[in-house]
Nanobody, 123 residues
Framework: QVRLVESGGGLVQAGGSLRLSCAAS????????MGWFRQAPGKEREFVAA????????YYADSKKGRFTISRDNAKNTVDLQMNVLEPEDTAVYYC????????????????WGQGTQVTVSS
C-alpha cells in the first residue's frame, strides 16, 4: 500500500512557475514508478509526466516537454513536478500516482492515487 498526498498547488499568473510535491507513505515507494496526471473541468484525466523507480529515467507528454520536470527522491519518499512558463490551459487538478509500469501514460497502469492539488493559472 502507498498513500500519496500532493501539495504546492495554488494561483499563479501566466508565465509563472509552481513546484508540486507528492509525499508517499510506506516503505515500498521505490518499488513503484511515479506519475503526474491532471484533470481540467469537463475533461478527461491526462498524463503529464512519469519517473522510473530509481528516478533515472523520465517520460513526458509531448506537450509538456521543456516546461515541466519530474523528479523523485527515494530517500524522502517524494516526487516533485516543476512547472515553468505556465499557461491558463495548465489550469487543472494535478494528481500524483504510483504504479508498477514504466514508462506509461495510461492511467489504469497506476494503482495508487493522491487526492489532487488545484493549480490555477490566470491570464
Amino acid at each position: 500500500q502507498v498513500r500519496l498526498v500532493e501539495s504546492g498547488g495554488g494561483l499563479v499568473q501566466a508565465g509563472g512557475s509552481l513546484r508540486l510535491s507528492c509525499a508517499a507513505s510506506g516503505r515500498t515507494f521505490s518499488y513503484y514508478a511515479m506519475g503526474w496526471f491532471r484533470q481540467a473541468p469537463g475533461k478527461e484525466r491526462e498524463f503529464v509526466a512519469a519517473a522510473s523507480r530509481s528516478g533515472g529515467s523520465t517520460y513526458y507528454a509531448d506537450s509538456k516537454k521543456g516546461r515541466f520536470t519530474i523528479s523523485r527522491d527515494n530517500a524522502k519518499n517524494t516526487v516533485d513536478l516543476q512547472m515553468n512558463v505556465l499557461e491558463p490551459e495548465d489550469t487543472a487538478v494535478y494528481y500524483c500516482a504510483a504504479g508498477p509500469t514504466f514508462p506509461s501514460n495510461y492511467r489504469y497502469d497506476y494503482n495508487y492515487w493522491g487526492q489532487g492539488t488545484q493549480v490555477t493559472v490566470s491570464s
